[in-house]
């Protein structure tokens, strides 16, 4: 008896463990397979996008119009990088998943390299069976919330804000279906995006030399800049001068190798100051003033952040097309400053130069007029300012204009980063042909 009940429970044994195991084979499959497979849970959710806001209610159709990409990385050199940039914390980022109908909710998770806790917010279905979710409460009725920004410089986390800092990616990610009994948490999708971010350096000399007078309006003209782009929306990220108020200006500061938290932490970064053939100078902080240069050989900036550069000092710029190539091919899209003697202490430069901006003119073109509106005072026909990129790139076309001109919600939109394998042009140039009247 007892060994036929052995006997028995032994097959039962077996005849179990078969079916557990045909069952965990069946499970395993279907974790592995998010794919489709309709006898088990089904990649119900099919797509994720983001959108760039135009509005700020969420039901207005033109927030689904201009997708939130960024620049892949194309395997040439070029490194993934963002196309916007946004301004401050007002432009609303929605969010549209699509799938099968009928689903009553989707959750999903949205982070950044910055802010690893992110938020988590819902999708809903836009109507009876259309099977187009998107990030809000009641499509019908409209409702704000649900709607995500990029959080503002120190502020206090309010809402569905998320950090982040420099470049980095904004990541998606669906946490839960509610759709009994399938469900799905294998899809994410995430894009490159950054904030505008302002920083301006300068100094004023005091020595008693006449070569090195004093310079007053040197810090004056980098206080107009930073004040126009911070009533426009910007951050201001970096500012060094020789000011009490400020920390003293360093060459390190646009080194490659210590720019990064520093003139590299800002996408527009404005330098005021004296410079000589090739180089850029920089009053150091010691107790003799002495002065230090920033050379193309060892200028980084754009490897970090910095997306445009302005050198207000005399002869920065020669004609020598390797030169460029240092100087621009870690990322930075435009360098644009003096071949000839600078006036740098005019007063209302870097105003002129910000209310061209301001009117929609393109970053090159704006220094340009500027140049033209203050040039030095010349015996002979020479090239004063000049604009420095690559045309391919198209970067000659970046201005601080938003997508929609008369939306103050709308991104910036800027062109591909550089490499150092690209080809460097003077992409503007403006000459001057004396007498020049004062």
């Known amino acids: 008896m007892r060994g036929h009940t052995q006997a028995t429970l032994g097959k039962t044994g077996i005849f179990v463990a078969a079916r557990l195991a045909l069952a965990l084979g069946t499970l395993a499959v279907h974790a592995q397979d998010s794919g489709g497979d309709p006898a088990g849970n089904r990649e ?29 990385d194309d395997g040439k050199g070029h490194r993934r990088c963002p196309k916007y940039m946004f301004i401050g914390n007002k432009t609303p980022i929605f969010i549209e998943g699509r799938g099968e109908a009928g689903m009553r909710q989707v959750n999903i998770k949205v982070t950044s390299q910055t802010d690893s806790a992110g938020v988590r917010m819902a999708l809903f279905e836009t109507g009876a069976s259309t099977g187009i979710y998107r990030n809000v409460t009641s499509y019908a009725h409209g409702s704000s919330t649900n709607i995500v920004c990029l959080k503002a410089q120190g502020e206090v986390s309010r809402g569905l804000r998320i950090a982040i800092k420099d470049e980095e990616l904004l990541t998606v990610t669906v946490i839960g279906v509610m759709s009994d009994p399938d469900q799905t948490n294998q899809l994410s999708t995430s894009v490159m995006v950054d904030r505008a971010e302002c920083g301006v350096a300068g100094y004023s000399y005091t020595k008693s030399s006449p070569q090195q007078r004093v310079l007053a309006n040197n810090l004056k003209n980098i206080t107009d800049l930073v004040s126009m782009l911070i009533a426009d929306g910007w951050e201001s990220i970096y500012r060094a001068s020789d000011d009490a108020a400020n920390a003293w200006c360093l060459v390190e500061d646009f080194e490659i190798t210590t720019d990064a938290g520093k003139a590299d932490a800002a996408d527009l970064v404005y330098w005021s100051g004296h410079g000589g053939v090739k180089k850029c100078g920089f009053l150091r902080s010691d107790t003799a003033k002495t002065v230090a240069f920033l050379t193309y050989d060892n200028a980084g900036l754009g490897d970090t952040d910095a997306n445009w550069a302005i050198f207000d000092s005399c002869d920065f710029f020669t004609a020598n097309l390797a030169d460029f190539k240092k100087l621009c091919g870690h990322g930075l899209r435009l360098a644009c400053g003096y071949a000839s003697p600078s006036p740098m202490d ?13 009117e929609g003119k393109t970053i090159k073109d704006a220094w340009c007029l500027t140049v033209k509106e203050y040039p030095p005072k010349m015996d002979s026909p020479v090239v004063i300012g000049v604009v420095v990129g690559v045309k391919a790139l198209d970067c000659g076309n970046d201005s601080i204009v938003s997508v929609t001109k008369n939306c103050s919600l709308s991104p910036i939109k800027i062109s591909r980063a550089p490499s150092g394998n690209d080809g460097f042009n003077i ?12």
């Open 346 to 358: 005019d007063e209302g430069k870097a105003a002129f130069f910000m209310a061209r901006l301001r």
């Open 44 to 72: 119900i959710l099919k797509t994720i996008k983001l959108y760039i806001g135009k509005s700020d209610v969420p039901s207005d159709a033109k927030n689904y119009e201009d997708e939130l990409t960024d620049y892949s």
């Open 427 to 438: 992409i503007c140039q403006q000459a001057v042909v004396p007498p020049y009247s004062y």
